[in-house]
């Protein structure tokens, strides 16, 4: 079993010495936010992660959340974790001080949320939804609805809910048939039955605020007819016919209570103009989809230390240049070239992972701080671009990294004692819920490429064209030089899909996943470039840390020899187009 260690070293590097926060911050009005208030946030935070919420991560897996009469009890430890979690005033973290949040920007929360999935995913999804639940009330919510809920869930006193999905009705919410009847004594009351609601129903708090989609009477038929309203579990003190009538028996995220909710005639209020419920849940949406991108960097940052620590621990064989551990019988795992190739994958694509993510983060920031239309529109697009790329690729490497650290774990790591396998369980579901990556690659070739004319596309390809214009030293001359061909590849790729697009409708879909895939590893060659930059120049300046930069410097390396060219084989892919999918019969794809 592995407890978890706050990566303190690798969060300073990003936040201080990459993306240069204080300044960064101090340029979008936010000079209270100084380093010193970051690193303590860091710290705190850390150390909560470490000491509170790792402990629980194992346990909440084998104990699981019971539900008895409605009711839903969460493993031991779950309640007072989140009692101290919200007493340290960490559940109003990112929200605005006028409901009573801290107001943190969102560059200071990320490395938080990062720290809570690394340590105890399941667990963080409740104050996750949360944190959804108060952004979509802070933007679309009435004064009186802001007045009446938000001050309790930026408190942690409530948690949110999202109630999306039904038995009919998953990625197409058009189908969706909860009712919401006009009540002539005010508001509205909602009938019909949600699937798979995270945290719909637990003991953490007594209350908590449901956001639901549903259907008013004359609703137009598909999204066009969908609202959203607040649903509370209990009216006044009592109940508000919302009852939670199962949980599900899951693959992975044991501890969080997966939730079949019955509405009987519940009252709740309508968010936002009717019919457009769906453009508010966006709001949630997107927020929610950042968040799970993180819960990909957490898990992949836990399955980096539990494999590194086994790779040095676990001894077997010799190394292939004679041994390097001559008192003992056999060397460290480590030694083996094939065992590092799996630890370089893991450290690349955790640490430019979390550079993608805090960089998307950043741009947020000054989407919101930006007072310059032009700035803001730029920042926005470059946010809508990357939310699907983090959604979809960090979610993705996540199952790969979590299963290479089963790997090197070898048969201990198939075995549920050691801890890994978990993670590989609790990755799984973030490349399904929050829109499935196969539907982020639909948004990312749909609304974002499509939709925007290509605008999107160049506004990032000028970001990284900006870092490759700047200084390489001679180490990365080829790393520079493969990025330039892959951002030219991606330029073409893109100007491909657009130009097949109109002629099949199939087309869009046949390359959306594939280029999603490319944009992910391009993104985080970028990334790469300006952490190897970094690097190098600290270890020109002979700054001290070698070691630490020199990691950084042969990762760089690794991933430009050794990742970034999967991209060859999605450009393929993508070339290929919609030729290669014909639909088939059913016993044409297997026995049947
Ligand atoms: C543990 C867990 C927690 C969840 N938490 C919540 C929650 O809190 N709130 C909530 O509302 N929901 C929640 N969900 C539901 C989750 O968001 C959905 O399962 C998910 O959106 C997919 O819907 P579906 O399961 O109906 O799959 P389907 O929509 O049936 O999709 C099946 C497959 O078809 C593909 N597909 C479907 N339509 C298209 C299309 N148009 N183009 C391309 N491919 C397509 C999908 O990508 C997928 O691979 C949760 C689910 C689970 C398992």
Redesign the pocket.
Known sequence: MYEYRAPRRELSFVLHEVLEAERALAALGRDDVNRELIDSVVEEAGRYCEQVLSPLNWRGDHEGPVWQDGRVTTPAGFREAYQQFCRDGWAGMAAVPEHGGQGLPALVHVPVGEMLCSAAMAWRMASG?SEGAVLALTRHGSAAVQQRWLGALVKGAWTG?????EPQA???LGLLRTRAEPDPAGGYRLSGT?I???WGEHDLTEDILHLVLARLPDAAPGTRGISLFAVPKRLDGRPNGVRCESIET?MG?HGSP?CVLSFDAAHGELIGSAGGGLACMFTMMNHARLGVGLQGLGLSERALQAASRYAFERQQGRAASGPSARDRAADPIVVHADVRRMLMTLKALVEGGRLLAYQTYLYDDLAGAATDAAARHRAETLVALLVPIVKGFLTETAMETTSLAVQVHGGSGFIRDTGVEQYLRDAK?AS?????N??QA?DLVGRKLLGTGGESVRILAAEIEATLAGEAPAPLAAAVAQLRASLHEWLELSALIAARAPQDPEEA?AAASDYLQFSGYLALGWCWLRMARVAAARLAAGDGERAFYEGKLAAARFYFERLLPRTLAHAAAIRAGAGSLPRLEQAQYAAS
């Open positions: 939804l809910t999202m109630c999306l999905t998953g990625t197409d949600k798979f609601i995270s899951k995220i997966t579901i399904i819920y929050e829109g499935t196969g539907v639909m879909g």
